[in-house]
């Protein structure tokens, strides 16, 4: 069945460093792939997301590009803030019944 | 500003008290779930719904029953509450595609129960 990998945290860097956060998946058929964003005290909310190989998901200076390829969708920001500081969810379609398939969570702080 | 809506975001009750957590939607949404949460931060689909009168349970087993019987509202029941319900509950909702690939979750946020 479909799944998602991502790379497990906490992630800790200071503040404007390049950030990236792995996710890797494996799935049948053409899934939609998204990145969601918890901040501390809310729930998810979605972050971005791509619908088809090689098209790149971009929202408030994060970028990912689904890679069929390699079978990722690896979240980046060129120059990360405080604010940034939250979990990061990969998540994937195609679970039973079409429900998402989430991730583990990474934990990313930013030091000023 | 949020959509969804959870009543209480924090409840702290005693074994073998009877508690229903609130979600309750704006947006018409059919289809709405209910997510654990762990402290590592881990989600589990504890229950779904694809609209009125339709709950289904995820795929993390849970002792909690749900009910729909308004579009807007998918309250979640812990009949007799125990410490191992200890977690962050978080609902969610979106629109029910036939092809649901395309339709991202709108999540509440969240509430913290504690059992003693």
């Known amino acids: 069945g479909n799944s998602v990998t991502q790379m497990e945290g906490p992630v800790t860097l200071s503040e404007e460093a390049f950030l990236t956060i792995n996710c890797t998946y494996t799935?049948?058929?053409?899934?939609?792939l998204f990145w969601y964003v918890q901040y501390p005290g809310e729930g998810l909310q979605l972050l971005l997301k791509?619908?088809?190989?090689?098209d790149k998901g971009s929202n408030k200076g994060f970028e990912a590009t689904y890679r069929k390829e390699t079978t990722s969708f690896h979240l980046e920001k060129g120059s990360v803030q405080v604010s940034d500081s939250a979990v990061y969810f990969c998540?994937?379609?195609?679970?039973?019944?079409?429900?998402?398939?989430f991730g583990k969570g990474t934990k990313l702080s930013v030091k000023p | 500003e949020a959509d969804i809506y959870q009543t209480p975001r924090y409840l702290v009750i005693g074994t073998g008290k009877k508690i229903t957590l609130e979600c309750s939607q704006t947006m018409g949404h059919d289809k709405m779930y209910w997510y654990q949460q762990d402290p590592g931060m881990e989600l589990h689909l504890i229950h779904y719904?694809?609209?009125?009168?339709?709950?289904e349970k995820g795929d993390l087993s849970s002792e909690s029953t749900v009910s729909r019987i308004r579009t807007e509202h998918f309250p979640l029941t812990l009949e007799s509450a125990r410490p191992s319900h200890t977690s962050q509950y978080l609902c969610a909702s979106s629109e029910f595609q036939r092809s649901s690939y395309n339709s991202p979750l709108h999540f509440g946020n969240g509430t913290r129960l504690t059992v003693t």
């Open positions: 799935a049948t058929g053409y899934p939609s």
């Open positions: 998540a994937l379609s195609g679970g039973s019944q079409g429900n998402l398939i």
């Open positions: 791509a619908t088809k190989a090689d």
């Open positions: 719904s694809y609209g009125v009168n339709s709950t």
